[in-house]
């Protein structure tokens, strides 16, 4: 009898062999030991990994539930190392949490990390962290607990220190044709006609020129080295890296810069064709050695542009991907109190197919890039992007009059009016501002607000992500400017370490980390216990009657949600078209007809029609 492993091979072979094949100029000794390779990592693959993934492999919709709830943090803020975050799991527990996104911690030098995304050793973790076997025992207890674990798979490049790159630099033969080395600045300047900047103030240009005269790629900084997946070794590799970490009891492998991980003169250096075969053959080895794993694009594009990254239902990609665009809109209409931009952009989120799952988000460990669609509201408002973005950055950094956020620059650009914003949500929904000034009815406002950005988070198709600390409210770290190895990077304003002394006052009513933390707790009950939230349901926006308030509504058969959220710092009403008695979720009060529904100052409704035989 053939083994689990082959038969999936067996149902894989022909594609998979086509696409390498084609891609790799038929190297067929390229492919054999592609093929050697995971059949090696399959026979590493523990049995209770192979157990959940035969549960999984029998419920393929696991990961589509309306009762997964997601956080992020990284493990030494949250708890100093891994054995801590595992003995902190019965808090993950009690927050709702059953989807936890650890944040980079694999081995990287200090100071040339970019946040541990220069990573010099893929099976290794920062000593500061534990070992690998504590990852392990971290996977391995949170599988028990009934956490999927998610964590970064850096694709792109290298850290300079990594074994690879040490050995490129020396001129040995086999490595430098893993990285994209040049003896003169000609191809490099070719190149550069067509790739944009990254990071065009932090770091100019996409190659370095080291010590020796020798020049090689850095899209992102100069300590990381972009990897050349022309080459079959590196994909081969690299492919082997992902399914060991995978073989360490990850559930949700987060590919961070896929689209740029192949390279081609004349061209852009992004969303290749190339790039799609690729994490085409991703999708199939872990379908063959680890079905039980989820692929997680990190495609920082607008919902309609990054679908592709998904594939098609017969050969899919990624199984999920980020809603980074919804997330920067949100903010925007925070500030601009026009609901106008974001209803048209969950327009287009509400007609793709339902099998395209995103991930959502208020905030993350990176900065908010003022990535919206300038030209429409140049169309619609005669808006200037430039000015837009000085407005929006003054707004939620407390510059513009009467505005309450308290958040930082990163990347400023004077010379081009262009910067991108730090800080937690709390600070910027006003929290911060209120404790400074002890304003009680400011606090409410801005709790209130927070709490309504995180139902609109709800809300919306996809697996919620909570940013860690979130669920207290914690405010701004400013203490990183005092770090010498953080203060030339705003984002650590959002990176401090968990305020464990405020988490103690969650079950605390009267606070605001109470107020949260109970808020966010009553409205994953809801989400987990109402079917208009399922991934089935049709979604879709209407008018509210009012530029200040956006409805969304879900449908499931004869029930029906209609989701309100006033973007305005004042009292609004809103005209939706329906009748029938409806019931608010939240708070349980009931009302007949949508026809004049108040909300309050930068609050929400949830309103429930329910069939009548249920009412």
């Known amino acids: 009898m053939r083994s689990a492993f082959e038969n999936r091979l067996a149902g894989h072979y022909d594609e998979l062999k086509w696409l390498y094949c084609e891609l790799y100029h038929n190297d067929e000794a390229a492919f054999a030991y592609f093929l050697d390779m995971l059949r090696s990592a399959w026979r590493a693959r523990k049995r209770a990994l192979r157990d959940r993934d035969a549960r999984r492999e029998a419920d393929p919709d696991w990961y589509r539930r309306r009762d997964l709830v997601g956080m992020m943090l990284y493990v030494k803020a949250f708890a100093g190392d891994l054995k801590g975050v595992e003995k902190k799991l019965p808090y993950l527990q009690e927050c709702g949490v059953n989807y936890l996104h650890l944040m980079p911690l694999l081995a990287s030098p200090r100071g040339r990390s ?43 490049h290298t850290s300079e220190d990594h074994d690879w790159a040490r050995r490129a630099r020396a001129g040995e033969p086999g490595y430098r044709e893993r990285y994209f080395f040049y003896n003169s600045w000609d191809v490099p300047r070719e190149f550069e006609k067509t790739v944009p900047q990254v990071f065009p103030t932090t770091a100019p240009g996409s190659f370095t020129e080291l010590e020796d005269g020798q020049i090689v790629m850095t899209n992102f900084y100069p300590y990381q080295w972009d990897l050349n997946y022309a080459n079959p070794v590196v994909f081969n590799d690299m492919t082997e890296n992902l399914l060991y970490l995978a073989n360490r009891g990850i559930d949700v492998i987060r590919l961070d810069a896929i689209p740029y991980i192949w390279k081609e003169l004349g061209t852009p250096c992004r969303n290749l064709p190339q790039v799609h075969t690729l994490s085409r053959i991703l999708r199939m080895a872990v379908e063959i050695v680890c ?7 990190e495609v920082v594009m607008e919902p309609a542009k990054v679908a592709p990254y998904f594939g098609t239902p017969g050969k899919p990609e990624c199984h999920m991907l980020y809603n980074v665009t919804t997330m920067a809109t949100t903010w925007h209409t925070l500030a601009a109190g026009n609901v106008s931009l974001l209803k048209r952009q969950m327009e287009t989120v509400c007609a ?67 910067a991108r914003l730090c800080g937690t949500t709390a600070s910027l929904c006003g929290i911060e501002a209120a404790e400074a000034e002890n304003d009680p009815l400011r606090l409410e406002q801005a709790v209130s607000c927070d709490l309504t950005l ?22 701004n770290d400013w203490t990183y400017q005092d770090d010498p190895d953080k203060r030339e990077d705003s984002r650590y304003i959002h990176r401090g370490d968990f305020r464990w002394d405020e988490a103690e006052l969650r079950s605390d009513a009267g606070t605001r980390q109470g107020k949260l ?13 109402e079917p208009c939230f399922d991934a089935g349901a049709d979604v879709w926006v209407e008018e509210s009657g009012n530029a200040h308030i956006l409805a969304l509504c879900r449908r499931l058969g004869e029930r029906e949600l209609v989701c309100l959220f006033n973007f305005s710092p004042e009292f609004a009403h809103a005209h939706v078209e ?18 004049d529904v108040e909300l309050w100052p930068n609050g929400f409704a949830w309103l429930l029609r329910q069939p009548e035989g249920e009412q």
């Open 114 to 156: 970019d946040g541990g995304y220069a990573v010099s050793d893929f099976r290794s973790v920062q000593p500061e962290l534990g070992t690998m076997a504590d990852l392990e025992s971290l996977t391995g207890a949170c599988r028990r607990a009934g956490i999927s674990v998610c964590l970064d798979f850096v694709m792109n």
């Open 291 to 297: 079905p039980g794993v989820l692929l997680l694009g």
């Open 352 to 418: 793709l197919p339902k099998d395209f799952l995103f991930l959502n988000y208020l905030r993350c460990h990176d900065d908010i890039g003022w990535g919206l669609d300038y030209p429409w509201l140049a169309r619609n408002f005669g808006t200037d992007e430039v000015a837009h973005k000085k407005y929006l950055n003054d707004y939620f950094t407390g510059k513009w009059p009467g505005s309450a956020g308290r958040g930082e620059l990163y990347n400023n650009d004077p010379r081009l009016g262009d």
């Open 454 to 475: 995180h139902a609109w988070m709800f809300s919306q198709s996809g697996i919620p992500v909570i940013y860690g600390g979130d669920e207290v409210g914690q405010l």
């Open 517 to 529: 933390f109970q808020g966010l707790r009553r409205l994953e009950t809801l989400r987990a216990g």
């Open 578 to 595: 329906r009748d029938g008695s409806y019931t608010e979720l939240m708070y349980g009060t009931r009302c007949e007809g949508l026809r």
